[in-house]
């Protein structure tokens, strides 16, 4: 019998084997996935939620508010998506055009950066498949997979059997971890774990890279010049090597200039590539659609014909400034994942929650949509954290609305 196989969109890795059993469009059953995939798969509710001022009211009605809020803002925030597919992306950023809106994702605070240097082509990059095929020297940089992609090491890093690693982990793969603290995945790494003080990143990068062409690598904080030398001589010998870079690292940098020093050295000396940790399914696909359409990955306002770019077009720097006036959110919860000093601001504009969930944003918003949980109820297609394009089907029908046909009825409705 033919197995039906499902990708599931609980993180940046896509896994695309996932199998289900369901009844009645239920999903009971769930294989293959992680945990964070099976409680994903599993998180569907019955009936669609739609409600104005805490007060549950039809689709419709719930659509007319969210379009008159933002006809009547000036300047419009619509932010998340990061949980979006990349056709509701494409109607986001029509949506923020016909709107004048102002239009970010958590990117502008995390890898947007990152995933921008890629697009450019600082940084040789490669997929994960390659990765599970050839890799030999791989670093977790302040990354923690085992939690966060919890099947990374075993499906595409670490663990797997590749076309050209046969025998799979420790006897063909060297894995490393360079944290500030001993991770699940540091754990796993053993001897290699490379304990870093908080913001040591840029100078154990420059101590590196020190130690690759032979010098003596010293830090302020004194890591013992004969563990870089160590790991210095480990990446010299990588055939095939990467860089797997998380938020850990991505914060402590100022910018991304060591990365691109470290990356230059590795690179004399042999073979290595840099995938970036992106957490939401889709948070590359939505800086790569943005990018396709403007030139930018994140924050941008549109302005009739113009669109603008810079940081303080961020959702942080537009609610600390209270440039907004409006806000649609889609997929997000800032008002728990920002600071309560920024994320307040939030409380004193109108505000559109589109989520599958109930979170604190949809909790306190004037409109809130429950829609279809992207992957699971509703398809489309995304871009692995890899820059690989999956497409899915849902895996079970519902009566939940997708965020892309939402959009379309507010759009209509403007
Ligand atoms: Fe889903 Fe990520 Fe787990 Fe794979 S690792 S099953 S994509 S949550």
Same mark, same amino acid.
């Given at each position: 019998?033919?197995?039906?196989?499902?990708?599931?969109?609980?993180?940046?890795?896509?896994?695309?084997?996932?199998?289900?059993?369901?009844?009645?469009?239920?999903?009971?059953?769930?294989?293959?996935?992680?945990?964070?995939?099976?409680?994903?798969?599993?998180?569907?509710?019955?009936?669609?939620?739609?409600?104005? *001022?805490?007060?549950?009211?039809?689709?419709?009605?719930?659509?007319?508010?969210?379009?008159? $809020?933002?006809?009547?803002?000036?300047?419009?925030?619509?932010?998340?998506?990061?949980?979006?597919?990349?056709?509701?992306?494409?109607?986001?950023?029509?949506?923020?055009?016909?709107?004048?809106?102002?239009?970010?994702?958590?990117?502008?605070?995390? !890898?947007?950066?990152?995933?921008?240097?890629?697009?450019?082509?600082?940084?040789?990059?490669?997929?994960?498949?390659?990765?599970?095929?050839?890799?030999?020297?791989?670093?977790?940089?302040?990354?923690?997979?085992?939690?966060?992609?919890?099947?990374?090491?075993?499906?595409?890093?670490?663990?797997?059997?590749?076309?050209?690693?046969?025998?799979?982990?420790?006897?063909?793969?060297?894995? $490393?971890?360079?944290?500030?603290?001993?991770?699940?995945?540091?754990?796993?790494?053993?001897?290699?774990?490379?304990?870093?003080?908080?913001?040591?990143?840029?100078?154990?990068?420059?101590?590196?890279?020190?130690?690759?062409?032979?010098?003596?690598?010293?830090?302020?904080?004194?890591?013992?010049?004969?563990?870089?030398?160590?790991?210095?001589? $480990?990446?010299?010998?990588?055939?095939?090597?990467? #860089?797997?870079?998380?938020?850990?690292?991505?914060?402590?940098?100022?910018?991304?200039?060591?990365?691109?020093?470290?990356?230059?050295? !590795?690179?004399?000396?042999?073979?290595?590539?840099?995938?970036?940790?992106?957490?939401?399914?889709?948070?590359?696909?939505?800086?790569?659609?943005?990018?396709?359409?403007?030139?930018?990955?994140?924050?941008?306002?549109?302005?009739?014909?113009? #669109?603008?770019?810079? +940081?303080?077009?961020?959702?942080?720097?537009?609610?600390?400034?209270?440039?907004?006036?409006?806000?649609? @959110?889609?997929?997000?919860? +800032?008002?728990?994942? !920002?600071?309560?000093?920024?994320?307040?601001?939030?409380?004193?504009?109108?505000? @559109?929650?589109?989520?599958?969930?109930?979170? !604190?944003?949809?909790?306190?918003?004037?409109?809130?949509?429950?829609?279809?949980?992207?992957? #699971?109820?509703?398809?489309?297609?995304?871009?692995?954290?890899?820059?690989?394009?999956?497409?899915?089907?849902?895996?079970?029908?519902?009566?939940?609305?997708? *965020?892309?046909?939402?959009?379309?009825?507010?759009?209509?409705?403007?």
């Amino acid at each position: 019998m033919e197995k039906n196989y499902h990708v599931c969109t609980g993180c940046g890795l896509l896994c695309d084997d996932i199998e289900v059993e369901s009844e009645k469009n239920i999903i009971n059953k769930v294989y293959t996935a992680c945990r964070v995939g099976v409680a994903h798969m599993k998180e569907g509710k019955e009936e669609a939620i739609f409600r104005v *001022d805490n007060k549950p009211v039809n689709e419709e009605t719930a659509i007319s508010e969210a379009a008159s $809020i933002l006809k009547n803002a000036k300047n419009p925030l619509i932010f998340g998506l990061g949980t979006s597919t990349s056709e509701t992306h494409k109607l986001a950023i029509e949506l923020a055009r016909k709107t004048n809106a102002t239009l970010d994702d958590t990117s502008s605070f995390c !890898l947007g950066s990152l995933v921008e240097a890629l697009i450019h082509n600082k940084i040789k990059t490669c997929t994960l498949d390659d990765i599970r095929n050839k890799a030999d020297v791989i670093i977790f940089w302040g990354a923690d997979p085992s939690d966060s992609h919890p099947r990374h090491l075993s499906k595409y890093s670490y663990f797997p059997r590749g076309s050209e690693k046969q025998r799979g982990w420790e006897e063909e793969r060297t894995a $490393i971890a360079i944290d500030i603290r001993k991770s699940h995945t540091a754990k796993i790494c053993g001897n290699y774990f490379f304990q870093i003080p908080p913001g040591g990143d840029t100078e154990f990068i420059d101590a590196l890279i020190a130690g690759l062409s032979g010098k003596l690598p010293k830090t302020s904080y004194n890591y013992p010049p004969k563990k870089i030398l160590e790991l210095a001589n $480990i990446l010299k010998g990588a055939k095939f090597g990467i #860089v797997f870079a998380g938020l850990g690292l991505i914060y402590s940098l100022e910018n991304l200039e060591p990365l691109f020093r470290l990356m230059k050295a !590795l690179n004399e000396k042999a073979n290595f590539h840099l995938v970036p940790m992106v957490g939401h399914y889709n948070m590359r696909g939505f800086n790569e659609n943005l990018f396709a359409e403007t030139g930018y990955v994140n924050s941008v306002k549109f302005e009739n014909d113009i #669109v603008r770019h810079g +940081p303080e077009y961020s959702i942080v720097e537009s609610l600390k400034a209270k440039t907004v006036d409006a806000a649609l @959110i889609i997929g997000s919860d +800032p008002l728990s994942s !920002l600071p309560r000093s920024i994320a307040k601001n939030l409380f004193e504009i109108p505000v @559109i929650s589109m989520d599958p969930c109930e979170t !604190l944003t949809s909790r306190n918003a004037k409109v809130y949509i429950n829609t279809a949980i992207s992957g #699971v109820e509703a398809g489309g297609t995304a871009t692995r954290m890899d820059g690989t394009k999956v497409s899915f089907k849902p895996v079970v029908e519902t009566n939940h609305p997708s *965020d892309e046909a939402i959009l379309k009825k507010i759009m209509e409705a403007l």
